[in-house]
T-cell receptor
Framework: ETGVTQTPRHLVMGMTNKKSLKCEQH?????MYWYKQSAKKPLELMFV???????ENNSVPSRFSPECPNSSHLFLHLHTLQPEDSALYLC???????????????FGPGTRLTVL | AQSVAQPEDQVNVAEGNPLTVKCTYS??????LFWYVQYPNRGLQFLLK??????LVKGSYGFEAEFNKSQTSFHLKKPSALVSDSALYFC?????????????FGKGTRLSVIA
């Protein structure tokens, strides 16, 4: 679709499980993002990485742990989640993440997560 | 602080009629404004953006948006709606002078085009 892929597309996990979401971008971008999209709620920005450094962490619970090993890959490690964490998790990338940047973000298709 | 509002949760329009999806914003400086569309079970897709220059911006799939600084609005428009335009639409803003801040998204407007 847009050069941003996410795996898996669907994930069902128990509250005691550990799982990871993966995002890969093939666009040569240097900023990557994790968003949470829940029904009836605005899109929530979770984490931002720019040049592989975390530059934004919007008070996300520690049961969510991001990892950005290089500018093309982004992971979200999940541990002891709660049922209210069930949502669509979207990854995005863009060229540049700093001040005055006007480049659009490109989104992956998302991972639909269900926590039982 | 920057914010964006989409006052309508749902917009219904008949196929072939013009459509408008409303967006207003608040920033301290000049805005960078974006529209995205989300089809079912998909991520957001970029439609168009306003950075500077002409107030009327043309984008993908025949959509356009008009930047109105006095009304702090950036409404999305299309002259003739298609059933396939039915989707969730998001407006987003970034303050050009706000430093290293990410995009702020509106809560989305669901567009339903009826045949």
């Amino acid at each position: 679709e847009t050069g941003v892929t996410q795996t898996p597309r669907h994930l069902v996990m128990g509250m005691t499980n550990k799982k990871s979401l993966k995002c890969e971008q093939h666009l040569g971008h240097n900023a990557m993002y994790w968003y949470k999209q829940s029904a009836k709620k605005p899109l929530e920005l979770m984490f931002v990485y720019s040049l592989e450094e975390r530059v934004e962490n919007n008070s996300v619970p520690s049961r969510f742990s991001p990892e950005c090993p290089n500018s093309s890959h982004l992971f979200l490690h999940l541990h002891t989640l709660q049922p209210e964490d069930s949502a669509l998790y979207l990854c995005a990338s863009s060229l540049g993440g700093g001040a005055g940047v006007y480049n659009e973000q490109f989104f992956g298709p998302g991972t639909r997560l269900t926590v039982l | 602080a920057q914010s964006v509002a989409q006052p309508e949760d749902q917009v219904n329009v008949a196929e072939g009629n013009p459509l408008t999806v409303k967006c207003t914003y608040s920033v301290s400086g000049n805005p960078y404004l974006f529209w995205y569309v989300q089809y079912p079970n998909r991520g957001l897709q970029f439609l168009l953006k306003y950075i500077t220059g002409d107030n009327l911006v043309k984008g993908s799939y025949g959509f356009e948006a008009e930047f109105n600084k006095s009304q702090t609005s950036f409404h999305l428009k299309k002259p003739s709606a298609l059933v396939s335009d039915s989707a969730l639409y998001f407006c987003a803003v970034r303050d050009a002078a706000a430093g290293n801040t990410p995009l702020v998204f509106g809560k989305g407007t669901r567009l339903s085009v009826i045949a």
